[in-house]
């Protein structure tokens, strides 16, 4: 299947978990192609060569995010400086992204980064897009992130789900945890995939994969979980918050990491909400003791480490 993919000019550069995955979208010789995210800041020189190396001479024209999360659209500038291309963004993101308004991108909330970047276009959903050699459609996939867009191409079944699908469930329904009812949203994104014809999902982490009916019923039952106990998905993002940095820094002192946790303010939003009862620094170390337990990160007297 992939090989087939690549030689319709479809091009997956799975990446490690800092980094989203992105999808290379070739034209016909001379026409240029098109990049579906470019993946998180601190990988750009990385994603810059994955793209000199498949692009093989030809044009970078485009670069299309799926959503405005950092590790999908971190390397843009770097990808905009390196090869003068658009780039194109939800368009529901336009105004935040021309104004560069950080709290409403939610970077400073999660305690990452980006750098800036200038947005040339916009995407919508529902529309249809010619994207390198084919037309694609593209899908609104609210829950995850209130704006994302997914893109399904008809003629080969494929679905780039970005974090509405994975595998195994999908990604952390932040506007939950600012006191939006969003579980519904991620319901209907799963139920407006099932209508599709689907052979292939490119997922926004992890392998590509064929199990699609598998991975609807996956997701479906574990988004019935986070709604039946909502602390529990509220806990899970605290983790995640957690993990996306040692993933970054790979190992810091704790008073390094305590403070830029000081400064996360969805790790506080979620204690205030969904776990009051628990003073910060006694939540930030339940959340950062069970996952040491867990082998998802090592503590020492002062530093904290991240265990693959």
Not at 16 to 37: F, I, M
Not at 46 to 70: C, F, K, M, P, Y
Not at 95 to 107: F, I, N, P, S
Not at 137 to 157: E, N
Request: hydrophobic share 40%; proline share 4%; glycine share 8%.
């Amino acid at each position: 299947m992939h090989q087939e993919l690549a030689r319709a000019g479809i091009i997956v550069f799975e990446r490690g978990w800092l980094s989203s995955n992105n999808v290379l979208l070739r034209g016909q010789p001379g026409e240029g192609a098109v990049l579906v995210d470019s993946g998180y800041w601190t990988h750009a020189d990385q994603t810059i060569a994955l793209l000199h190396q498949a692009l093989d001479g030809e044009r970078l024209r485009r670069v299309v995010n799926t959503h405005l999360h950092s590790d999908h659209c971190g390397g843009n500038a770097a990808i905009q400086a390196a090869f003068r291309c658009e780039i194109d963004v939800p368009a529901g993101e336009v105004d935040v992204v021309d104004g560069w308004d950080e709290a409403r991108l939610t970077y400073a909330a999660t305690g990452q980064y980006c750098p800036r970047f200038l947005r040339t276009g916009m995407v919508d959903a529902p529309d249809e897009l010619q994207l390198g050699r084919w037309l694609w459609r593209t899908l609104a996939s609210p829950g995850h992130d209130p704006m994302s867009i997914a893109l399904y191409q008809p003629d080969f079944r494929v679905l780039i789900s970005a974090d509405a699908l994975w595998q195994d469930g999908f990604g952390v329904v932040f506007p939950e945890l600012e006191g939006d009812d969003a579980f519904p949203a991620v319901r209907t994104t799963l139920d407006s995939f099932e209508e599709l014809d689907v052979r292939l999902v490119i997922p926004g982490h992890g392998a590509p994969f064929t199990e699609f009916g598998a991975a609807l019923e996956r997701a479906r039952k574990r988004l019935g979980r986070f709604e039946a106990d909502p602390p529990k998905h509220a806990l899970h993002a605290a983790k995640v918050l957690v993990k996306f940095r040692l993933l970054e820094t790979k190992e810091e002192s704790l008073e390094r990491f305590r403070a830029w946790l000081e400064k996360a303010s969805y790790f506080e939003l979620v204690r205030q909400r969904y776990f009051a009862d628990e003073s910060f620094e006694s939540f930030r170390d339940r959340v950062v003791g069970e996952m040491a337990v867990r082998g998802s990160l090592r503590l020492t007297a002062d530093r904290i480490m991240d265990c693959d």
